[in-house]
């Protein structure tokens, strides 16, 4: 496979995992960590690396909102839920990048 194809279908994967994590809403970054070691906020990080590596300035939030669908504070406000203090001792324990 030439390295153009095998991009365009990384890009391709890249924005199905975009699109299931947008239409699973329910699933909370807590859920992610614990379960796969990242969350859309690491994949956010991680766009923002992936640019900055090309010479493209962008910053955190507008990744975010690329990764989210929408504002952060406004998928917050609408989605994410309380969680315990013990389960969330345990996030802080868990590498975050």
Same mark, same amino acid.
């Given at each position: 496979?030439? !390295?153009?194809?095998?991009? *365009?279908? #990384? &890009? &391709? &994967?890249?924005?199905?995992? %975009?699109? =299931?994590?947008? @239409?699973?809403? #329910? %699933? ?5 960590? @614990?379960?796969? +070691? ?13 640019? @900055? *590596?090309? +010479?493209?300035? $962008?910053?955190?939030? &507008?990744?975010?909102? $690329?990764?989210? +669908?929408? /504002?952060?504070? @406004?998928?917050? !406000?609408? =989605?994410?839920? #309380?969680? /315990? !203090? ?7 324990? =868990?590498?975050?990048?």
């Amino acid at each position: 496979m030439d !390295k153009n194809k095998s991009t *365009e279908i #990384e &890009a &391709a &994967a890249f924005r199905r995992l %975009v699109q =299931h994590f947008q @239409e699973s809403p #329910e %699933v909370q970054n807590i859920d992610l960590m @614990e379960l796969a +070691g990242f969350c859309r906020n690491c994949l956010s990080k991680w766009y923002v690396a992936a640019a @900055e *590596e090309r +010479g493209v300035d $962008i910053d955190y939030d &507008a990744a975010r909102n $690329i990764v989210y +669908g929408m /504002p952060y504070k @406004e998928w917050k !406000k609408m =989605h994410q839920t #309380e969680q /315990p !203090k013990d389960r969330m001792k345990g996030f802080s324990q =868990h590498k975050h990048q």
